[in-house]
């Protein structure tokens, strides 16, 4: 996958990529709106080129109270991510070039008032997406928020997301329309926050493509089994 290229079809204004983008460019407007008053820290994971926080603060007017850490793996991304930022003004925005799965990218920055983890969940495995929304408590101070999005394809993991936020101590806020053709979450922490543990790997960056190729080939598998449940060779 071409993860600089993936970002055109967010110009694409009839494209479901395009519309999640304007749902969560709102739902960070609102965040930021309705956070306390002083500095803001916040976090981006994957944060590719950082259309949904830096187009917000842009015109925000709590721009100049935000610090916020965008972490990415592509060069070009976060090179477009600071160039983007460069043109907003926003100086108190850092872009990093490294592994958004590592704990340790956040230390400085943990536990923030807002979280983005858009573009995640889609792409790693389950058991990584319930590890991530665990380590969220690390992440994310008292009453902050977390915005992150799942596509609603089979199978739909936007409803056990939800689960995995509430069992960690977080208050669904809103959640997207199931017909929507993506899914937009908000949750507020309502616990206390956790030390940061450093060393600790989040999740592991799969990609989309391979884990829809390895369901069919698992389906397809599946399909060939004998009634008695034996894989016929």
Not at 11 to 34: E, F, K, P
Not at 96 to 107: K, P, R, W
């Amino acid at each position: 996958m071409d993860w600089s290229a993936w970002h055109d079809q967010y110009d694409l204004a009839d494209s479901w990529m395009a519309q999640r983008l304007q749902t969560v460019q709102a739902q960070v407007g609102a965040a930021l709106s309705g956070a306390p008053d002083g500095d803001l820290r916040v976090l981006s994971l994957c944060a590719g080129e950082g259309r949904d926080l830096l187009d917000v603060l842009a015109g925000h007017p709590r721009r100049d109270d935000v610090r916020a850490k965008l972490v990415e793996l592509d060069a070009r991304n976060t090179s477009a991510a600071a160039e983007r930022a460069g043109r907003a003004g926003l100086q108190h925005v850092e872009v990093v070039t490294g592994d958004a799965g590592l704990i340790d990218q956040y230390e400085d920055t943990a536990p923030a008032d807002l979280v983005l983890i858009c573009g995640v969940f889609g792409n790693i495995a389950d058991a990584d997406i319930e590890h991530t929304i665990a380590a969220c408590s690390q992440l994310c101070k008292a009453g902050g928020t977390v915005i992150w999005t799942r596509h609603r394809a089979a199978p739909d993991r936007v409803p056990q997301i939800c689960e995995w936020f509430e069992a960690q101590g977080f208050a669904l806020q809103w959640l997207s329309a199931a017909d929507a053709g993506f899914g937009v979450g908000v949750h507020r922490f309502a616990g206390t926050p956790h030390p940061l543990r450093r060393g600790d790997r989040l999740f592991e960056f799969i990609g989309y493509d391979v884990l829809r190729q390895a369901a069919t080939t698992e389906s397809t598998a599946g399909n060939k089994r004998t009634p008695h449940g034996r894989r016929q060779l």
